[in-house]
């Protein structure tokens, strides 16, 4: 532009602009078709999972069966102009008591967090979610959504999760007025399971739902508007599935939870099987 406008050489017009002359020599490369459909994928898995970066992009390109470098899809992603979700401020620890990772469970269903959250419908009517997850193989075990949920209707929720899963040992969660009910001991009773209850105002003792609720939060609520309750209960039970089968877990080693717990029970089995042959 400089040259046809002004008159002057490539010389002086590149030492205008501060741009080496060999690269304005140097002839654009046209991407490959296996660039272009690389794009148009990342394209796509942005527009479908947008809370998600190209850590995980590269991760579901390898199971897909594709060999890429990493380095090429964050190349492309930047490029692209895809954004990296934006990291979310901690808060600041407060309260009394210390973190309780000395009950780390070893096997599936060993201890059962359970925590409440909320969101409303366009009308502005409340809306209830119970999480309950299950902390080794961070599986959501349960987003049940009501207007209001009593610990009856809790106890309901629990009897249906073991008549599925089985017991677990331990549940974890704070001392809301329906974890802390009558009901709650009678059924930890019947069902041979304890309760960890957390410190006031510590709720980093129980991280794993927290983190849990989060990224519903991020990942879902935060982009969704219900018109009706029945519209939540299926649309959270559909993000729910999608959780428990398709999205890799960086502390699981980019595995699903059903993977992971595939994975270990199929391990565990051949350990029992060694055993008894010896």
Known sequence: MLEESFGVKE???CRVVGQHRSTQRLAVTLPTNDEQELRRWLVAFAKDHPRRGWK???????RAGHRVNKKRIQRLWRLEGLKVPYRTRKKRLRGLGAHVGAMSPIRPHAIWAMDFQFDETRDGKQLKLLNIQD????ECLAVHVRR???ADELMNVLDELVARHGAPTFLRCDNGPEFAAFAIADWCRFNNASTTFIDPGSPWQNGHIESFNSRLRDQFLNGQLFESLLEARVLLEDWRQQYNHERLHSSLCYLTPVEF?????QQHQQRLLLALDH
């Open 261 to 265: 717990k595939e994975l270990w029970e």
């Open 56 to 62: 995980h992009a590269y991760q579901h390109r390898r």
């Open 11 to 13: 010389r002086r017009a």
């Open 135 to 138: 902390i080794f193989t961070r």
């Open 148 to 150: 209001s949920i009593t």
